[in-house]
């Protein structure tokens, strides 16, 4: 089995409280008083206490051109993804020259090379470490980046491989664009990254951390507007729509009972839920088709409330908190979970 041998989350360097942020960002994206009235509700509504962002929020308000976001997103991304990973491989005592595979992901920037070339530069990487660079996935991709690394080491048990993810929501916001979709995510998303680093059944001797048994995905049908960009001339541009927590009820229940079942599990025998911090309403609804008490998605809730929505990272970042505040009896399952565009989800069976 796959073995999880340290998860680090690393946060942009600008601070905010939600309040500062949301009469900024109301500047930028309401024009009349009831727009911004409804966005301040939208924030509110978020269960947001701080976030944090790659630029001072000055800078952040000023920026309108893609191009100059874009290399924004490749400067500061670069060195927060190499934060993250040279944290978790020192966490895991493990050398850069050992990593085989580096798995990257991210939804708020593009580049090519991708970051993870100029990640594997900075950090030491080997010249002939394998890259698979993943984009559009968004908050689903931390749960699949570590369910690709499981399929990956299922077949090469001596080896180590790496899941990078950075993410820069604040240089996504559309300045004066008055839809929902835009008002929401400005009051939920912000910056940062994190890495994992997982090792095969061969290099496992010693680690003690959870191990990945098996993954499930379900692309949900007829629902490609649900999450995602429309990409323009002033980029990425959000779609959201507000249909993701009853989805989260329609599938989520049967898509988690299929995966235990395999295994001879059941939802009451699960110790221990790792599951991104999607919004107050997913949350809820996640709580709600699996019977589940709020205190079991505590360190899900505390996120959110701390650093908000960082797509594919914050899934990770809920794993190494769970990693280093919970104890669970050894061998016991868990599931880390997150849903993002498609729509789909991905599930990652645990044993702690």
Known sequence: MTTIAAARGVLAEHRYPQHELTEAFARVCAGTARESALLRRFHRS???????????????????????????????????????????????????????????????????????????SRVGLRPDVKRIPMFGLGCVAGASGIARLHDYLVSRPNQVAVLVSVELCSLTVQHNDRSVANMVASGLFGDGAAAVVAVGTERAAGIDGPQVVDSRTHLYPDTERTMGWDIGSTGLKIVLDAEVPVLVEQYLRQDVQTLLQAHRLSLPEVAGWVCHPGGPKVIEAICSTLDLEPEALEITWRSLAEVGNLSSSSVLHVLADTMDKRSFEPGSPGVLMAMGPGFCSELVLLRW
Request: proline share 4%; with cysteine.
């Open 46 to 120: 978020t269960k947001v206490n701080t976030r944090y962002l790659a630029l001072p929020l000055e800078q952040t308000c000023a920026l309108t051109d893609f191009g100059a976001k874009n290399d924004a997103f490749i400067t500061h991304g670069t060195r927060l993804g190499a934060d993250a990973l040279t944290a978790a491989l020192d966490e895991a005592g493990v050398r850069p020259d050992e990593v085989d595979l580096i798995v990257f992901t991210t939804v708020t920037g593009v580049a090519a090379p991708s970051l993870d070339a100029r990640i594997a």
